[in-house]
Nanobody, 127 residues
Framework: VQLQASGGGLVQPGGSLRLSCSASGSTLDHVTIGWFRQAEGKEREGVSCSAWDGGKYYAKSVKGRFTISRDNTKNTVYLQMNSLIPEDTAAYYC??????????????????????WGQGTQVTVSS
């Protein structure tokens, strides 16, 4: 499956954006999708995960502000980002994951993350 992230942009602190991860080449019915981000000079980190069985996982840093959802009829996974803060500034990527599990320190952990990252979409939170 090929994934393409889109929907990024420049937004003021407190604002909202909705990212889309569109799939082609296969359906998402039995595919777990994760959103990751990488800020300049920092390592890539997991943001949220939409498991194929309906499970949803969030990093502690975004829980309560971000909401992940999917529409399998459109082969798309969304990341609704509200109450954005400058620390959310990063390039956001989506990719397939074999498994997401709860991690009580970070929010969630992943197993079997695909390295097919695609181009990502830039989110900049600034006044």
């Amino acid at each position: 499956v090929q994934l393409q992230a889109s929907g990024g942009g420049l937004v003021q602190p407190g604002g909202s954006l909705r990212l889309s991860c569109s799939a082609s080449g296969s359906t998402l019915d039995h595919v777990t999708i994760g959103w990751f981000r990488q800020a300049e000079g920092k390592e890539r980190e997991g943001v949220s995960c939409s498991a194929w069985d309906g499970g949803k996982y969030y990093a502690k840093s975004v829980k309560g502000r971000f909401t992940i959802s999917r529409d399998n009829t459109k082969n798309t996974v969304y990341l609704q980002m509200n109450s954005l803060i400058p620390e959310d500034t990063a390039a956001y990527y989506c990719t397939t994951i074999r498994l997401c599990v709860v991690d009580y320190q970070t929010g969630f952990a992943t197993v079997g993350v695909s390295d097919n990252w695609g181009q990502g979409t830039q989110v900049t939170v600034s006044s």
